[in-house]
């Protein structure tokens, strides 16, 4: 016969202060973990959610990034005009072609200075990320030096706000609206006219080609295309793949650490909880011995006393995961090692990682409560009752 | 001295338990060391920065170059002694995976900027008179196991193609701080590559290098190099190499700060565990504790020695952290050698482990000894169990 669980809770219970420091000291543990995992989820799903399905990019051959691409003006003419290529609302191919440089500007809450991209938009470029949308000002007008600054930027840096002016290249560029694209990199960027931009920055290639697919289906067709063309020299992604690509060394950076971490810091928390049952098991020698000559098998007492741990682990557990909770509400920014330039991102909590959490503070538990739970079973019968 | 005995007798009295507490310790101020280190080699390009370098580069970002001619305005700013023009390469061996720091550099120029970089005279010699050699630190050697005489292959990602070149020399560190995982080769190299693959892009330096003999003129020097260039297509920002390092590092400054605080929170689960062995030993005890009181021993002696079996656990744990540290960092170096090309404990992380070995050993026995101290002795003698 099992013993109730209401026996290990109440365990739990009558030593609360000892609980609670265990459960305080796991709790911490599951947070750290939860919040380390919540980070690497919500830069992958950030740049995730930049790109589209329906677009291809087409870079430089060999280049990592858009910002080291560059694409010859003729060579970007002839990906723009190929027969997989959707036609736009305007009746022109929903294609564009695109420039892309880092500007330092200065962050408000440190006052140090991080890459910002600035990007020259096409015509197409906006109907090419449905994502963005205007917030405030208005958008710039084409052929003029106006630019546009996405919600991350005018929240996290200084100098950007509508009607202040950003100066390079020999110019003022005056801001005119704050664009809104959602949780996606785009947020983090500044936009203008591909056309004053380029000049400004004494370019004479374009960074990347947008393609938007009449048909998702038709991106190796198009792929094909334009990496069998010698005289392009590109390469073509999914720009789904290839905003993912993008967040696979911070991602994998975060995740390490994360892991090794909780790994180092779980130990800790395991020898809380093995002090606290081994005492738990000390302290109750009569209670167990009563236990076993009442009929409860060695079985049942191991079951009790992991049940106790479990629960204690899934305490701290629920504490850990309730604390990283809050973090949700809170945007992150920093600079992505591969593309060099500032991303802000939110801590994203989804089911998989409460239930990770969960079972990795029931785990932190039961190995904790096992060889106190072992000593409990294997209690003589005899002399446990004696020591009372 | 017998108080002291007893404090002795009673920390062991559970032996497993103050072994495991002392674990926990130990463990939790390790990961605490291992997390300080990690920051301090995060900064090491700044420490390993000299007052008597400044660094020039384009005011819109690093990323924009620099044209190559501005290199002889520069050297006639007063107090200038020498210039070196340099290219982040940004090149790849073989795979992504196999990152390390590539640049391309004025080689003769960079050896007299760069004392702290120790290369046999024949093999520097070699290096500066192949224009396609390249000379890498010590560390780098190790890892791919390159000799002088290999030639090996970068696949430009910034500037297109496959550039071969030869190992001509293997540089040492003057200064425990330098980095000896980077691969420089000639300037010249990639310029007049670049003449011929790409005209537009040739004749532009990522960034120069200045040499001042005074150092405590950077920034009068500085404001008068960006003067010469103000208002022009390429606008120059110089700042001394503490600060153009500090601007690497303050890119990553949440990273940094998250981690920082997540370096107090395992204090602050150490401390959970430490206080939880003190408050559960000092409950058993009641009893007894009433005895001694009986005996006419007064609150403050008995809080002391709880305060003393706690003081005993803890700093035997941050002892043993203190001892283990430096082998442990040493283990982690050959796996996070590309990350984290400095990776040594500093006597400051070692200090701040003792003084937190100390707080978690005073922190821990406050409550307890509140409590032993001011429960009634009729009262304790009646708590059993």
Request: glycine fraction near 10%; hydrophobic fraction near 50%.
């Amino acid at each position: 016969m099992a013993v109730p669980l209401s026996y290990s809770w109440r365990n739990l219970h009558t030593r609360r202060l000892t609980t609670g420091l265990t459960a305080a000291g796991m709790a911490l543990v599951v947070f750290v973990f939860t919040a380390t995992l919540m980070l690497a989820e919500g830069l992958r799903q950030t740049l995730v959610s930049t790109g589209s399905p329906g677009n291809a990019i087409a870079l430089r051959k060999g280049s990592d990034t858009e910002v080291q691409s560059g694409l010859e003006r003729l060579a970007a003419s002839a990906m723009t005009t190929r027969p997989e290529i959707a036609i736009g609302g305007d009746g022109k191919a929903l294609a564009a072609k695109e420039t892309v440089v880092l500007i330092g500007l200065t962050k408000r809450a440190t006052g140090k200075t991080s890459n910002v991209i600035i990007r020259g938009a096409d015509r197409a470029s906006m109907a090419l990320r449905p994502q963005i949308r205007l917030f405030s000002g208005r958008l710039p007008r084409p052929g003029t030096p106006e630019i546009m600054v996405g919600k991350a930027v005018a929240s996290g840096f200084k100098g950007v706000e509508i009607g202040q002016n950003l100066r390079f290249g020999k110019r003022e560029w005056p801001i005119v609206g704050i664009f809104d694209a959602g949780s996606t990199g785009f947020s983090s960027e500044i936009w203008g006219d591909v056309e004053q931009i380029m000049p400004a920055f004494g370019r004479i290639a374009y960074s990347i080609v947008v393609a938007g697919l009449s048909e998702p289906s038709l991106f190796p067709a198009y792929k094909q295309a334009i990496e069998d063309d010698p005289r392009l020299q590109a390469e073509v992604w999914r720009e789904t793949r290839y905003y993912e690509k993008q967040s696979d060394m911070m991602r994998k950076f975060l995740t390490i650490l994360g892991i090794s971490l909780t790994i180092i810091f779980s130990f800790g928390a395991m020898i809380g909880a093995m002090i606290t049952m081994y005492s738990s098991v000390a302290g109750r020698v009569a209670e167990i011995g009563t236990l076993r000559a009442l009929g409860f098998t060695r079985r049942s007492i191991l079951t009790a006393f992991l049940l106790e741990a479990m629960l204690l682990g899934l305490l701290g557990g629920v504490a850990g995961v309730g604390l990283a909770a809050g973090l949700s509400f809170v945007s992150f920014s920093t600079t992505n090692f591969q593309t060099f330039s500032e991303l802000a991102f939110k801590f994203s909590l989804t089911p998989w990682i409460v239930g990770a959490a969960l079972l990795f503070s029931i785990l932190m538990g039961v190995i904790g409560g096992f060889l106190p739970a072992v000593r409990a079973a294997r209690m003589n019968i005899v002399e446990a009752l004696r020591t009372a | 001295m017998l108080l002291l005995r007893l404090v002795f007798k009673n920390a062991f009295r559970h032996r497993l338990r103050s072994i495991l507490t002392i674990v926990g310790i130990t463990i939790a101020l390790l990961a605490f060391g291992l997390l300080r280190t990690v920051l301090d080699a995060w900064n090491a390009g700044v420490s390993a920065a000299s007052a008597n370098r400044l660094v020039t580069r384009n005011a819109v970002s690093m990323t924009q170059p620099l044209p190559y001619a501005y290199k002889g305005r520069i050297r006639q700013a007063s107090g200038v002694a020498i210039v070196a023009a340099g290219n982040w390469f940004g090149g790849v061996y073989l795979d992504e995976k196999n990152f390390f720091a590539n640049f391309a550099v004025e080689a003769e120029d960079m050896f007299a900027l760069y004392p702290e970089l120790l290369v046999p005279p024949t093999e520097q010699k070699a290096f500066t008179m192949d224009r396609k050699g390249a000379l890498i630190g010590r560390k780098l050697a190790e890892r791919f196991h390159w000799r002088v005489g290999d030639t090996i292959t970068l696949r430009g990602t910034i500037f297109p193609g496959q550039w071969p070149m030869t190992i001509r020399a293997i540089f040492k560190g003057a200064r425990p701080d330098t980095d000896e995982t980077v691969l420089y080769f000639h300037w010249s190299y990639l310029d007049e590559t670049m003449k011929v693959r790409s005209p537009r892009r040739a004749g532009q330096a990522g960034f120069f290098m200045v040499g001042i003999a005074d150092a405590t003129r950077a920034a009068e020097i500085s404001k008068e190099i960006d003067a010469f260039f103000f208002n022009s297509q390429a606008e120059t920002l110089t700042e001394t190499e503490r600060a153009f390092q500090q601007g690497f590092v303050s890119m990553s400054e949440a990273i940094l700060m998250a981690i920082t605080a997540v370096s107090y929170v395992v204090i602050l689960i150490m401390l959970a565990v430490a206080a939880n062995t003190m408050a559960m030993s000092a409950r058993e005890r009641t009893g007894e504790f009433a005895v001694l009181k009986t005996l006419g021993f007064r609150a403050p002696t008995l809080g002391l020695m709880l305060l003393g079996e706690s003081m005993l656990l803890s700093l035997s744990g941050a002892g043993l952290a203190v001892i283990l540290l430096p082998s442990l960092a040493k283990g982690f170096t050959q796996n996070l050698a590309q990350f984290f090309p400095i990776f040594v404990v500093s006597s400051t992380t070692i200090g701040m482990a003792l003084l937190f070995g100390v707080c978690v050993g005073i922190c821990a026995a406050i409550v307890p000894a509140l409590r032993v101290g001011s429960v009634r002795i009729a009262e304790a003698f009646r708590r059993i169990g």
